[in-house]
């Protein structure tokens, strides 16, 4: 039987049991060559992704580039399965079992990713708000020589994105937003430079009480690997896209502000470590869950790199301009300390300029993406559906 | 601005040049039509030059004072509000006047002192770093005089003129289609809406007075390069603005997944006022608040464009995603007008969705709404088709009691009388979907050639649904034992779906001949109902030697016995038919008595001999009144009535 010669590679070495395979005939030859490098070119890509060197800040983990990359592997990845489920010689299997169980459940959770995909745009409203502050940071203290204005100017900057930073990742501050609106009154705060408060605003709710952690958890619902023989079949496939798109998600929810993220690092994957397309998800998994761990012991808005890197060196500059104006001066080398942190923070709002909507159209499009999967796959089960008799 | 640092003069003979170019630089500076960018270039020239000129002064020991005197009067200026309570801007035209003039002078000598060699003089790099303190100071306040005026004059506006919307349709055609058997349909107006009613209406969002304040601060602002902290100002609380009258035309915000789970009833609804909202909000707030904008910002370039996008775009997606949650959920038949309604609205809205979203960085929004009409397009397409499916697959178990018109007739037909309210859509939407109709169709007008209408697509369609109606409908008749019952069934139906026509803009698309057939037909069916009926109860009156004069009487006993015994039958049995139509009704009884009555009369005229007899039971006229009785939809008897 042909299906043995696949047997060593197939799908991360799953043994099928031969007396469990039906029908080999030549399509599902195919069929199992096209799994094969489904599979092949899922662990290719996770592999890429894991590989990408921390210290190149362009490519870094969860830098807006990285992130671009994965959406663009996810689209592939997205694409090739469908390839394999559709094109597939028998459109009739997706409505037997196992599929008929497995792919209302991937319909259910592509459904809650694209409520993610939501959140996420949102999110990165709120991203594009801390470049506008970070950038007038910029402008601030470009100005040559630098004063006392300046630092002020730079500082009541800083506090602003520093606050909002913090506000949009406490998680309690949904119930806030309504609440608040513009005092009219402002007059007689002693302070100089009032910072006007920051709210997340009701636009960048998906729903009341809508929680991005939970959503990912409930997708996680009902994923488990294959088992004996449904591993030989495109029960497979489904279970490494439904697994691709929870990570996808889970990735991008750690890295950009979202509605509730608590629990996030207690998602768990249920990947087994024993197959092969899994081990770069898995790994990758582990790194950013570390990195969510740290970020929750110390209050981060996400651990999106360029966010990071505008939080580390707006403290750093805001330091900066709170010696300056305890000093009233400072020396040639702290100036040109913050001058070297300014430029640091210049660049990482040009990379913000140059990604950030690039990102958030990419996001729209994974999110067409799965919303016309879905229709494609809704459209197949119900032409199936009809062929077999009706129940009037 | 190396170049005028090394470009000092510093004798005598250059103060003329100068001076002559300060000259002429004020003199350019007083032509009308400038480019703001030009303007500004002068005005940093024009502080230039005046700095070179106290400058040089300066040599002389005057300059630098001068220069100190005119800060000072200008941070006293700006300082006495640092301890005031009052707004500024609240306290009077001539304090903000005063105020912005200050801010003006404080930012030309830090224009003028930065343009100069500040590492020399140590002095004059004090008097800049005051003078860049004060300007902070003032800057922080001005973006602070913003807000405040942004929020106490913004200016919320009633959608009055916009609630005049469909809401009785909303009561009909909430009805899911699940629910046919019950009586969901009154008659009801078509919808009182068209697409342009509200057509392009600018509000003010910011009160007018105050435009003139807000862009002397916006000049102000930039000028002194604190650009971006206006527009931070301007964004959070435009931004917050449109998001509260967002929650004030009572739209939330759904989860795709909520939207998918929602019954019909609330879900049409939220349509319902999405469709609404959407206008409002792109035609008459945004078209506003680019306005504001445009107003406010104009001349510096993209940044009006910027400010709006960012004001408006967390808004736009919130309503976008709905529409998308909307497009994806399941086809049901009962969603179609809605869906419609969305597609229409979303399609007029296009244009003004490219003109706010013309420049580059909102493309992207452009695409978004391009995408979400072709997905409603395709949406309604599919509940178009799901439709057409549940008529077909609506299946009953028993027949219908009475044999008068089926809910399902009833829902179909009113359901359908909307669809040339949408006839333009519909047929754009149709097209394709039977590329032989679509041939026949040059641009649809509707109204203009009633000919052409019957042979647009959706004319096409609409027959194809009402003859999937009427196959139904056959099927149904199936289900009567009686044959009679059968006929009564169909005549009535086919009767209801031809005055649905009639009486309906339908008609233009059926178009007469299809009229004529179902007319035929359900006249047919009333034939073979009284065929099916009354000729084995007329047959006992028929005379079966029309030669001989009489027949003897106990054969007229006989005839009237059977008779009497098969009309009490009908009788019984009819009474409980229903003709919901009384005209109708009224029609089949007078065609049944010119039959029925007529035989009998003729015949006990022709045995007077007997009549006296008991044996008949009934007299011509009891015939004559019984029979106003049938299809009334309650069963009596004649047995138990009266006796003769």
């Known amino acids: 039987m042909p299906a043995t010669d696949y047997q060593a590679s197939f799908l991360g070495r799953i043994s099928i049991r031969r007396n469990q395979v039906i029908a080999m005939d030549g399509n599902h030859e195919q069929e199992l060559q096209d799994l094969e490098l489904f599979s092949k070119h899922v662990s290719e890509r996770f592999a890429e992704l894991l590989s990408s060197p921390d210290d190149i800040p362009f490519d870094a983990l969860l830098s807006i580039s990285w992130l671009r990359k994965l959406l663009d592997f996810f689209l592939c990845c997205e694409a090739e399965f469908k390839g394999v489920l559709m094109m597939g010689n028998d459109p009739s299997q997706i409505s037997k079992p196992p599929l008929d169980r497995l792919i209302p459940e991937f319909l259910d959770r592509s459904v809650k990713a694209l409520d993610v995909c939501n959140a996420v745009t949102n999110g990165l409203e709120s991203v594009r708000h801390y470049q506008q502050l970070a950038e007038i940071v910029v402008s601030a203290l470009e100005q040559k020589p630098i004063g006392d204005g300046q630092s002020r100017r730079a500082k009541k900057a800083l506090t602003s994105l520093m606050s909002a930073m913090n506000v949009d990742d406490k998680e309690c501050s949904a119930a806030k937003a309504t609440e608040r609106s513009w005092s009219f009154s402002r007059r007689g705060v002693s302070s100089k430079d009032r910072v006007p408060e920051h709210f997340r605003s009701v636009s960048n709710q998906v729903a009341k009480n809508w929680s991005a952690a939970k959503q990912i958890q409930a997708m996680t619902n009902n994923l488990v690997p294959p088992r004996g023989a449904e591993g030989s079949g495109l029960a497979s496939p489904v279970y490494t896209m439904s697994v691709i798109m929870v990570f996808v998600m889970w990735a991008l929810v750690a890295a950009i502000p979202c509605q509730e993220r608590n629990g996030l690092s207690a998602i768990h994957f249920p990947a087994p470590k024993q197959l092969n397309w899994a081990q770069s998800i898995i790994g990758l998994h582990e790194k950013i869950g570390e990195e969510w761990k740290k970020k929750e012991k110390k209050g981060t808005a996400g651990l999106l790199d360029e966010m990071q890197k505008m939080e580390k060196l707006g403290n750093i500059l805001m330091d900066f301009t709170d010696s300056f104006q305890f000093h009233g001066d400072i020396t040639d080398q702290k100036a040109e300390e913050a001058a070297a942190r300014s430029a640091e923070l210049a660049e990482t709002c040009r990379r913000m300029e140059e990604g950030l909507l690039p990102l958030q159209i990419q996001i729209r499009e994974v999110f067409h993406r799965i919303v016309k999967t879905r229709t494609e796959l809704l459209n197949a089960l119900d032409r199936v559906g009809k062929s077999s008799p009706p129940l009037l | ?644």
């Open chain 2, 1 to 644: 601005m190396d170049g005028c640092q090394s470009g000092v003069p510093t004798y005598e003979g250059d103060l003329h040049v100068v001076a002559a170019a300060h000259h002429i630089v004020k003199a350019l500076g007083a032509t009308k039509n400038l480019s703001d960018d030009l303007r500004k270039i002068l005005i940093d020239l024009d502080s230039h030059l005046s700095m070179i000129t106290s400058n040089i002064d300066s040599k002389g020991g005057r300059g630098l004072v001068d220069v100190e005197e005119r800060l000072d009067q200008a941070e006293r200026k700006i300082m006495r509000w640092e301890t005031d309570p009052m707004m500024i801007w609240d306290s009077g035209p001539k304090e903000a006047s005063d105020y912005l003039e200050a801010v003006d002078e404080t930012g030309k000598l830090v224009d003028g002192l930065r343009g100069l060699s500040v590492h020399e003089n140590r002095k004059q790099k004090e008097i800049l770093h005051r003078a860049m303190n004060i300007l902070q100071m003032a800057m922080s306040r001005l973006e602070e005089e913003l807000i405040h005026i942004l929020v106490r004059h913004g200016q919320q506006f009633e959608p009055k003129h916009m609630y005049s919307r469909s809401i009785r349709k909303d009561i009909v055609y909430d009805e899911s289609f699940i629910s046919v058997e019950d009586e969901p349909i009154k008659e009801t107006s078509s919808r009182n809406y068209s697409n342009d009613e509200s057509g392009e209406c600018i509000v003010d969002l910011v009160h007018a007075d105050v435009i003139p304040d807000i862009k002397s601060i916006a000049k102000v602002m930039f000028t002194s390069n604190y650009g971006p902290e206006f527009c931070e100002a301007l964004i959070s609380v435009q931004k917050e603005a449109l998001e509260q009258y967002f929650s004030f035309l009572g739209t939330e915000n759904l989860s795709i997944e909520d939207v998918l789970k929602m019954e019909w009833t609330c879900l049409s609804s939220k349509m319902n006022k999405w469709t609404w909202s959407m206008k409002i909000i792109v035609r008459v707030y945004l078209a506003s608040e680019k306005q504001l904008c445009d107003q406010v910002l104009g001349g510096l370039g993209s940044v009006s464009s910027y400010c709006f996008l960012e004001i408006s775009k967390a808004t736009i997606l919130c309503l976008l995603n709905f529409g998308e949650a909307v497009a994806m959920g399941p086809h049901r038949p009962e969603k179609l007008l809605r869906l419609l309604d969305m597609y229409e609205t979303l399609a007029c809205l296009l244009r003004d969705i490219d003109t706010l979203f013309s420049e580059e960085a909102g493309s992207f929004i452009q695409l978004q709404f391009h995408e979400l009409l072709e997905r409603l397009g395709e949406s309604a397409i599919a509940a178009f088709e799901a439709f057409r499916v549940a008529i077909s697959s609506n299946g009953s178990l028993y027949p219908f009691a009475g044999g008068g018109v089926h809910p399902l007739n009833k829902y179909v037909m009113n359901y359908i009388r909307m669809f040339p309210e949408y006839c333009n859509t519909l047929n754009l939407l149709l097209k394709n979907q039977h590329p032989g109709v679509a041939d026949q169709v040059t641009e649809p007008d509707y109204g203009l050639d009633a000919s052409l209408l019957t042979s647009c697509p959706m004319a096409y369609h609409l027959r194809s649904i009402t003859s999937c109606l009427e196959s139904n409908l056959h099927k149904k008749s199936q289900l009567y034992k009686d044959e009679a019952l059968q006929h009564i069934f169909l005549m009535n139906n086919i009767h209801y779906l031809v005055q649905k026509v009639k009486g309906s803009e339908l008609r233009l698309f059926f178009g007469d001949e299809w009229i004529r057939k179902h007319n035929a037909m359900f006249q047919q069916h009333a034939m073979n109902y009284e065929r099916a009926t009354w000729s084995s109860v007329v047959s006992f009156l028929k005379d079966d030697n029309p030669g001989s004069s009489s027949m003897s009487k106990s054969t007229f006993k006989e005839r009237c016995k059977g008779f009497s015994v098969a009309f009490e039958e009908v009788y019984k049995t009819q009474t409980s038919w229903s003709i919901p139509d009384p005209e109708l009704r009224e029609d089949l009884r007078i065609s049944t008595s010119l039959k029925v009555v007529l035989a009998y009369r003729t015949f006990l005229g022709r045995n007077l001999a007997y009549t006296d007899d008991k044996c008949v039971k009934h007299t011509v006229e009891h015939v004559e009144n019984s029979l106003l009785d049938l299809f009334e939809g309650s069963s009596r008897s004649l047995r138990n009535s009266r006796r003769w």
